[in-house]
């Protein structure tokens, strides 16, 4: 399965947790756009380190959507691989194969623009 279809099924999988329970995930939702906004840090600054923390986590489902998030704020290869690295850093062996799914992504992403 390709990045994009994960990210579609991974969509599809919010919406329907969202019908099921839509107060808790508006909360959840509201909670990520205060965190998200433009601060100190930008948008863009927070998504790198929200993709650096997927990855630690080993969160698949995660990195594809802060992958989306990444390239929609306009991070480039170079911002990304460097916040890889990072993650990497942090996480050890786990973090750079999960990392490697993290590119492997963002370039799909990014070729289709």
Known sequence: MS????????????????????DTFAG??????AASADGVLSHKEKEL?????????RCEDCITSHVGACH???????????????AIQMSGGPGLMYASKALAAFDEVSAGT
């Not at 380190?49 to 986590?57: K, Q, R």
């Not at 929609?72 to 990072?86: F, P």
């Open 3 to 22: 990045f994009t279809e994960k990210f579609a099924e991974t969509r599809n999988n919010l919406r329907n947790l969202r019908k099921a329970i839509p």
């Open 28 to 33: 959840f939702v509201t909670m990520e756009k």
């Open 49 to 57: 380190i929200a993709l650096g923390i997927a990855v630690a986590l």
């Open 72 to 86: 929609r704020a306009g991070v480039t290869r170079e911002e990304m691989v460097e916040a890889l690295g990072t």
